[in-house]
């Protein structure tokens, strides 16, 4: 099991957590004026890069908070977590 | 035909110890170009190249796999074949691949194992069960097989199952389609394989696609790790990585991959004759004719390309089969893997063209695509062949998630197969 990094309570056990998909979608400022290709985008296609991805994971079984996450889908490892609204952190694990 | 297998060819190599079966298909060395190539050598590739050699007479095909064939989700899946899907597009398509399943060993002079055992997908709630009673009456007037059974009658069919009005979920019903069953996985691969071989098709193993040629707007050919590969066609069929491949052509597709695990047991005598599947508890079960209990478990929430999911989706995996078959209890599990899916998020394919000219797609079957392999490489075929898709994928384009005409099977497909 994965140990997960929340970054209000510590590490955890993965089981308490569950990934919100890809983070930093930003819902659209203007909907009247979105083409449907353009809704489409928003909707339905996301990154599904293989390799390092930014996701957005809460810690539902503990404070319930949402962060975000950079995680690396082909070995699965967090590279780091950070808090909804803080900037992209360098490079470095907390 | 030659070198057809039949009672007579096992007779005649028994006669020398069975040390000269020929290999069933050739191993060649890519040509500088093709009419048509394939990227994918899973269930849905190979079909494809043997219906365009087969259907359409283009021969002039190699099916480009990176690792081995049927190394992919073909290999790894719980190999659940059944056509009872709710809407009228996906019905078709899947009852379309079911016909095809019906004489594929004989088609393919390959014993593919399709044993029509029935499936059986159960309702723990009243809402379930209105979902079964609505599926059901969808699929009569579809034209296809589909039985709402009562617990008496679930109990007659599988009677090791818990269907105690006690148990946490009780069991209030199911759906059964006898037609359904299982196939085996392997021979899927390698009977469409040697057929398409025989056809003319080139099958070319270890060899990665990395690129995408093009030249104004259309595609030319492939960069490989075995050098490059002119082509006037390129089908893309390679499940969880079409969002890779995609990217090589400049592309996006709607979809995410996720790990999908599945585990078989030790071997048991006959225990289980049919399989039994359920959405609400999310677990789904057949026994092989090996005598292993092949148990299917849940995609994990996050993206992943590792091949390997976690341990706490094994866990209320078999926390579910064991509740509905305490029997299980203590049987052991030999083996457990995962494979990588690719999610669309109407849990339909996407079979069809795109922006660029000559580039087809295949891709989008999910958690259960295995079932649709003869079907889904008989359109793509066509669609490929054509320049135009089959009346059976007509709505399945990528186009749809533009203009909103979505094909929402999460009621069907929900369960992962
Ligand atoms: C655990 C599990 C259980 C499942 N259970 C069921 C079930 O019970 N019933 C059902 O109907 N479906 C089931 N499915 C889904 C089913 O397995 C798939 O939908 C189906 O097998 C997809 O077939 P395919 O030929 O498209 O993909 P694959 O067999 O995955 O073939 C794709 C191939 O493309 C190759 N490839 C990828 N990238 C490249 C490249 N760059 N160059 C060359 N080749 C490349 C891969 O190596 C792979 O061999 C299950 C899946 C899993 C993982
Ligand atoms: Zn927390």
Redesign the interface.
Known sequence: ??EINCPWCGPRD??EF??G?EAHIVRPLEPENLS??D??DY????K???GR?H?QWCHTAGCRKWFNAI?N????QFETVYRIGEDLPEKTSR | MKNKYSIFSLARNAVTYHENWREAWRSPEPRKGYDVIVIGGGGHGLATAYYLASEHGIRNVAVLEKNWIGGGNTGRNTTIVRSNYLWDESAHLYEKSLRLWEGLSQKLNYNVMFSQRGVMNLGHTLQDMRDIERRSNANYLNGIDSEVLRPEQIRQIVPIMNTSPHARYPVLGASFQRRGGVARHDAVAWGFARAADREGVDILQNCEVTGILRHNGAVTGVETNRGRIQAKKVGVVVAG?S??IASMAGL??????HPLQALVSEPLKPILHTVVMSNAVHGYISQSDKGELVIGAGV???????QRG???VVEGNIGAIVELFPVFSRVRMLRQWGGIVDVC?DACPIIGKTPIRGLYFNCGWGTGGFKATPGSGWVFAHTIARGEPHSLNAAFTLER????ALIDEHGAAGVAH
Do not use: K
């Open positions: 099991m994965l993965q089981i569950s990934c998909g449907d290709d809704w489409a909707l339905f296609y996301r599904n890069p293989e991805h996701e995680r889908t082909v070995t699965y | 990585h969002s890779v996006r597709l709607p979809i995410e991959s994990d929430s996050y993206t992943g390309y590792g976690s341990f706490s998020p998630f533009s203009t909103g």
